[in-house]
């Protein structure tokens, strides 16, 4: 087994959920409504970590949405949202913990694009560098050059505190 190699700490997570959070609110300060869609598991835990730092800044009203995607095989399993929501009009944040090349932000578009959102704009807690599809993240908590033998890890303890890992 390889060595892990903490990257972010607890702190350091928190720090730069807090950061996007400003980013975000920034980049979208007329908005009534947020919506945030977190890729399962971890992108979804991130995601409700954001939503609390957000209303923390700003009262504003955010509706939550998980998506289910197989990231290994995106295309032999049904993509899916966790309901049905009308993301007409909406801005939509699409979280997920790491991206790698940018596949699984691609192929998670897919059921949000059956809609016409004002904008859907990417988060990620880190980004790798390593684009094969055409998804970049606009908001990143830590840009990380790796090479491809490396792989980026995050872990969520019950309590929601993470530690991202290079291994």
Do not use: C, W
């Not at 209303?55 to 289910?68: C, E, G, N, R």
């Not at 913990?97 to 897919?110: H, R, S």
């Not at 694009?113 to 880190?126: F, H, M, N």
Request: net charge positive; glycine share 4%; no cysteine.
């Amino acid at each position: 087994m390889s060595k892990k190699t903490p990257i972010l700490h607890a702190d350091d997570i928190q720090q730069k959920i807090i950061r996007m959070a400003y980013q975000i609110l920034e980049d979208n300060y007329t908005e009534k409504e947020l919506v945030i869609v977190g890729i399962r598991d971890n992108g979804l835990v991130l995601a409700h970590h954001l939503q609390r730092a957000i209303t923390d800044i700003q009262t504003m009203h955010i509706t939550m949405l998980s998506l289910v995607i197989d990231k290994i095989n995106p295309l032999q399993r049904t993509i899916s949202l966790s309901e049905e929501y009308d993301l007409s009009g909406k801005v939509v944040l699409l979280t997920d913990d790491v991206a790698n090349t940018g596949k699984t932000m691609f192929y998670a578009l897919q059921p949000i694009l059956r809609y016409t959102p004002k904008k859907v704009q990417a988060v990620v807690l880190v980004d790798r560098q390593h684009k094969l599809f055409p998804v970049t993240p606009d908001y990143v908590g830590l840009s990380l050059s790796t090479t491809l033998q490396e792989h980026i890890e995050v872990k969520f303890d019950k309590k929601g505190k993470g530690t991202a890992y290079l291994r």
